[in-house]
Structures are given as C-alpha cells and as structure tokens.
C-alpha cells in the first residue's frame, strides 16, 4: 500500500499486450502501483496479435478498447479506390470502429473524478489527445534513445505532443538533455524498472553467452554470432552462444551458424517466459542491434551478476555498461571489437565475477520498490 495518496492511473498504449521490453515495463509499474494501493488501469488501444500472459494474477485492470485485430486506418491511392462501394464500405466500418474505441476510452477517463494518464508512445498520445479529459493529469514516456527518435517520425511526434502533457519523462539524462536541447520545457528521467532482483546471482561457470530479443533485422544477431565464432576461434570450444527468442530471422540465423562451423554451439531456445531461470545460467550478455534504448536485458542480466558485452548503442546502453568495469563497449558495428570483449571475459572466469558483483551494484537502484517511489514522488510534484 502506498504510504502517499492513492490515484487513479490510465497507462495507454498502442499494443500493451505483446511480448517486448516497453510492454513489459507497464505491466510491471501497473502491477507494482497496483500492489501499492492505487487503482490502476493498462489501456491498449488495439488488441496484440500475439498477446504475452503478463501477471496472471493482476493487481490493475486491463482493457483493449478494439475488441480484435482491426486493420490501419484505409485512405484511398486513385479515383478507382475512391469510387469502389467495397472498399468505402471498408473504410466506413474502420471509421466506425474507430470511434467506438475513442468513446469506450472516453468513458473510462470519465468514470474518474481525477487521476493520472501515462502514454507508454508519442503515437499512443497522437491517438488519444483530440479526446478531451481536463480533470486528468498527462505523462509521456518514451522507450527508445534520442537516437532513434531523430531517425523516425517518434521525434516529430514527441515536439509536437509532449509539450502539451505535464510531464514528458526519457529513459537517460543524455537523452532527456537532447530533448531539452530541441526546446521540450518539461523533459525529465525516468528509469525503466527492473522487474525481480534476485537475492542470489548467476553461477558464472556455464560458459555460455546469450542474447535476449526478437531475432529480427534490427538485432543483427548475425553480428553477434560472427563475434562469437571470432571469439572461439583459438580455444573456447566448450562455451555456447544461446538465442532466447524468436522471429522472422531465424533460418538466416541459424545458416549463418552452420556457415561459421558453429554446429550445435548456437543454440536457438525460442521464447523463454521464466526470464529469471535464464539469467542464472548464463555467463555473459552479448547485444549486437542496429539500435536500442535502454535495453531491460542488459539491466536484468547485472541483477543476477551477469557482465555484458554491447555496442555502445545510446546513452540509455551507457547508463547500465559501464566500460570496464561492468562490461564492455564496443563501437556501434564494430564486430572484431565486440568479439574481443567476449574472448576477455571467456578467458578469465574471476573477472566475470568481478565484473558481475559491479553490475549487480550498479543496476540496484532500478529495483522496482525504488522506481515506483520515483514515479509516486513525480505525481506528487505535478499535483504541487
């Protein structure tokens, strides 16, 4: 029970439901505010085509305001489409729905007296703001790095949207000073939490390096397969690089080990929902993305003594490796780097643990109990 004043919360998103980092972050603040006392309520505005089972036994409510898989919004490319009766009877249908869903997000805003919205997406805020709910106050938080922001329509979204919220929370300093940079008056820090933090840490004598994530193009898992065999080369050949997830990339992985020599070195485990097992048998993280945020992998695997070897990705992938001490960095695609990290620590088994007792240490801090008191602490200051 919150020690504070009890609120009601609306997190908003676009998918909350299926398996990623951003999705599993709200379900873990909802499920710990929740448990915190405060009536809390997770919003997906469209129903996930493959729905992950976050907490089972929920301390908030769930609703998705389209009922099923709806289709994008259709416009038409030609006077032809324009004039089919088919596809503008699609369009009125998908209009329709549409505002069904704005109406049924309407009313749970309006069965409050006051409250809390947190749009867990600029897109999921672009969605939402036409509607109106003065009684409510508004938070946007973004997942991703400044980085990838700048390179996608998030940056034109979050100037446009996020001044008008009360709050516009970022994942790193570095990343909330860009903002500020680019004029955003009410940018801050907010540190996603970590989910469990284990009382007891790896074992650091399984030789095995793993990555954690979708195996699609963006993770350029390949890269980091490459930087394994590298790393191999000369001796090592006890060790193993396991895949935890899956994806469309899967066969173009699994050629690539086979093109390597890797043979059953490379060991594909497809979704794992017990994450916590996972890190206790691994000894090193490796990440080898094209870009990344503030990725939760790196920050679970420090809680359970695990050291990382990464890419220096982004400000968000600073603040939880830190170089030589945690971990190491290696330049954004820089593959002979990246298998260097991974030969220093498969060659000396104390500086595993050494570098896992540190990062442990340093991810403390985002331990849900101390992020959630982050997040209460915030909403006090908006009501001042």
Known sequence: MSAGRTRNIFFVGIDVDSLGGSQRVIHTLAQGLGLRGHRVDVVGIRTSADPFPYNPDRAYTHTNLYPDQSAPAWH????????????????????????????????????????????????????????????????????????????????????????????????????????????????????NPLSFFPDTVADAGRRRVAAVGRLEAIKRTERLITAFATATRDGHQDWELHLVGDGPEEEFLRNKAAELGLGDRVVFRGRITDMP????????????????????????AAAFGVPAVSFDLSAGVRDLVVDGETGFLAPPGDVPGLARGLRTLMDDEQLRRSFGKAAREHVRPYALPSVLDRWEALFEEIDR
């Not at 400044?146 to 790193?172: C, M, W």
């Not at 691994?282 to 990725?295: N, Q």
Request: hydrophobic fraction near 40%; proline fraction near 6%.
């Open 76 to 191: 038409a490319k030609s006077i032809g489409e324009r004039l089919s009766p088919a596809r503008n009877l699609e369009a009125r249908r998908s209009k329709a729905a549409r505002s069904e869903a704005r109406a049924r997000l309407s009313e749970r805003f309006a069965a409050v007296p006051d409250g809390f919205v947190i749009f867990g997406s600029p897109w999921a805020a672009d969605w939402t703001l036409s509607l109106s709910w003065p009684h409510l106050k508004s938070i946007g938080q973004y997942h991703e790095s400044f980085l990838q922001a700048k390179t996608s329509e998030n940056k034109g979204l979050i100037q446009r949207h996020y001044p008008k919220l009360d709050k516009a929370v970022f994942l790193s300093q570095g990343d909330a000073d860009e903002f500020v940079r680019l004029r955003l008056p009410n940018a801050g820090v907010m540190p």
């Open 277 to 300: 097992s996972l890190y206790e048998e691994i000894d090193i993280l490796g990440l080898s993305s094209e870009k990344e945020g503030r990725p939760m992998a790196l920050a679970e």
